[in-house]
Nanobody
Framework: QVQLVESGGGLVQAGGSLRLSCAAS????????MAWYRQAPGNQRELVAS???????NYAESVKGRFTISRDNAKSTVYLQMNSLKPEDTDVYSC????????????WGQGTQVTVSS
């Protein structure tokens, strides 16, 4: 059974930083690409960043230069370092296991709320 547990969210002022973590179980972590998504109520889920098995990263244009995705295969954990946060980054952030076509499997944790005040 695949389980994804996100943590690290919170309330921060604009310009601040947060580091999100996602611990995965039930998969062979090192063999899977991972990603972070975000979603506000009533909105579609948006891809924020992804990282391949080999560590190749991709970012949404809106977060390039501010966010960094990384992974620790020994801990089966993927991270999202978020710097220079903006109020528009306010969302629920969730991690995902990616399929070979780049789309996420339908495994979702509870997510972690990030709120950026102006």
């Amino acid at each position: 059974q695949v389980q994804l547990v996100e943590s690290g969210g919170g309330l921060v002022q604009a310009g601040g930083s947060l580091r999100l973590s996602c611990a995965a179980s039930g998969i062979i972590f090192r063999l899977n690409a991972m990603a972070w998504y975000r979603q506000a109520p009533g909105n579609q889920r948006e891809l924020v960043a992804s990282i391949s098995v080999r560590g190749i990263t991709n970012y949404a244009e809106s977060v390039k230069g501010r966010f960094t995705i990384s992974r620790d295969n020994a801990k089966s954990t993927v991270y999202l370092q978020m710097n220079s946060l903006k109020p528009e980054d306010t969302d629920v952030y969730s991690c995902a296991v990616l399929r070979s076509d780049g789309n996420p499997y339908d495994y979702w944790g509870q997510g972690t709320q990030v709120t950026v005040s102006s």
